[in-house]
């Protein structure tokens, strides 16, 4: 039977995490009773530096059930450290792993249909959402053109999935071999290249607790995503630097011709907007650039993405 570990990154989810905790066990239990997966599976709960009583809870949890496992990692790393760091400490123990968030809005029902394709041969199996309604226009529109912008920047993606995914032991001891200190997990796991599908569900509500990925984080996380897996923003910046170049000259043409004609004058407001476009270009060139710089830098270092202090296992 397939042993399956449930990888379930936490960062001060200790008002969700009790009744997360019984609704994997309850569902864990009922794919043990029908056969699809065997009885020494495990749900693993990866404490990302938790200030609250995640830790507290995850002990209780193991002490009380040992289907209960526990990684604490020794200081907060980042929602796709954490994942990772459940990911590799898993990928020698399970036949396959599922990560999943802790306030469960993906929907645990379709672990089923995972494990099912799974047996069937595929390596990933990719958790994507059927729609999204239960999201506001806001954040369904900048969601949505992430993606196609990540398409676009030469980023592949799958549309509308993000951390929810079944991956077997092979993926994962394929996917150890990535070695880079920026993580975007859900553009790398593609890059493995092994047999997969999706599985389509639709994600409800987060029942207690705050999101643990406001609009500033989220940001962030797209912008990780393009810079860590393109380079056209760079080459972006060659083209537009093309285009002022060959607009200059075109203006140089345009300044002698009215010169030769008499016709010229001091033209303040001209050159107070070309200085501002000009300067405000080389701003935004210099930003980009430096960005890759510095994560060439942290990857140079090779410092460790994690470090685990506790593991909590039978």
């Excluded at 030769?260 to 004058?265: P, S």
Aim: charge should be neutral; glycine fraction near 8%; charged fraction near 25%.
């Amino acid at each position: 039977m397939t042993k399956l570990y449930i990888a379930v990154p936490c960062y001060n989810e200790e008002e969700v995490l009790p009744d997360s905790a019984e609704k994997l066990r309850a569902k864990l239990n009922q794919m043990m009773d029908s056969g699809l997966i065997g009885s020494d599976s495990r749900i693993v709960f990866i404490d990302d530096g938790s200030r609250d009583k995640t830790w507290e809870l995850i002990t209780q949890l193991h002490d009380s059930d040992s289907i209960y496992s526990g990684i604490k990692l020794s200081r907060n790393r980042g929602h796709q450290n954490a994942l990772m760091c459940g990911l590799m400490t898993l990928k020698d123990e399970a036949d396959a792993v599922i990560s999943i968030d802790a306030d469960l809005q993906d929907d645990i029902e379709v672990f089923d249909e995972m494990v099912e394709k799974y047996r069937q041969g595929c390596d990933v199996v990719y958790g994507v959402r059927s729609k999204r309604e239960t999201d506001t226009f806001f954040k369904r529109f900048t969601a949505e053109g992430y993606y196609k912008v990540l398409d676009k920047m030469g980023a592949k993606v799958i549309f509308n999935h993000a951390d929810f995914r079944l991956m077997s032991a092979r993926a994962l001891q394929a996917f150890a071999e990535f070695k880079e200190t920026n993580l975007f997990l859900r553009g790398m796991v593609p890059m493995v290249g092994y047999k997969s599908d999706i599985v389509t569900y639709e994600r409800s509500e987060r029942l207690a607790g705050e999101s643990k990925y406001p609009l500033k984080k989220m940001l962030a996380l797209a912008w990780e995503g393009i810079t860590s897996l393109s380079t056209k923003p760079i080459k972006l910046i060659t083209r537009l630097g093309l285009i002022i170049f060959l607009i200059s000259i075109v203006m140089l043409i345009y300044t002698l011709i009215r010169f030769f004609m008499g016709a010229t004058e001091t033209g303040w407001a001209s050159l107070a907007v070309s200085i501002w476009a000009i300067g405000g270009l080389q701003m935004m060139a210099i930003g980009i650039i430096g960005e890759y710089i510095g994560k060439i830098y942290l990857e140079t270092k090779r410092r460790p993405r994690y470090i685990v202090e506790e593991y909590l296992h039978d």
